[in-house]
């Protein structure tokens, strides 16, 4: 008899227990709160569950908090917020982008300046390319003026071989020719001499004889001045070594003596 009283006395507690805790189950359900998001006290964690009846647990059970509408409304403000949020971002980056993109004036000028910079930069493109043609030219041209240069003594030591033989061996043919072998040595020479001339055309060599003309210091290296009778002053008068040029340039100037005006008579220098 006194265990069967126990029992009920227990079931009594518990069964008002959980009638205690009804209205603040209702609360957190009022409120939107899931009963999870409670800290209870350890004595209460499972009281719901201790009750002997299916009543009671069914009863708890049906008296979960209804948190779907208050999620969904949250859900919905969330969703309009970030719209918001959107267009806010959109207009601040349309603004941005309306900042950065130049005006039509501003975009023809930038153009001009772009159109300017490209014709400069062209004209100097085209100045170095004919600056680097004319100098490959040049150096095409005068490539072998030092090698020439050096073989310039030579032409003149045949050169001076050919006027040493006298003028009627050059001249007379056969038996009429006073000495047939040294005219056989000076057609020797004279060909060798012909054959050097000709190798130097082929690279814009070319023997100059200024004898007669004007002198010209850019092109003529005075050796001496003298009178020379029926010469004009100022011409050249006599021919030491012959010149050579190279195209347009001066590969060695000639060596010349210069006519020399006559002196006055004495009686002509007092008069004046």
Known sequence: TGGASCDLRTQLSTHAQMIALRPLRTLVAAAGMSRTSLVAPVWMRGVRWMGTSDEDKTEIKDEKPDTAAPDGEAGSAAEGAAEAAKEVHEEVIDGEVAEDVPAEDERDTKIKELEERVLRLYAEMENVRWR??????????FAVADFA????????????????????????????????????????????D??????FQKYGVTRVDPMGDAFDPNIHRAMFEAPIPDAKPGTVGAVLKKGYMIHDRVLRPAEVGVVKAPPKPDGAAKEE
């Open 132 to 141: 680097s043609e004319q100098e490959s030219e040049r150096t095409r041209k």
């Open 149 to 192: 240069k050096n073989l310039l003594d030579v032409a003149d030591n045949l050169e001076r071989a050919l006027e040493s033989v006298p003028e009627d061996v050059k001249t007379k043919e056969g038996d009429d020719n006073p000495n047939p072998q040294l005219r056989v040595f000076f057609d020797g020479v004279k060909m060798t």
């Open 194 to 199: 012909d054959a050097m001339m000709n190798a």
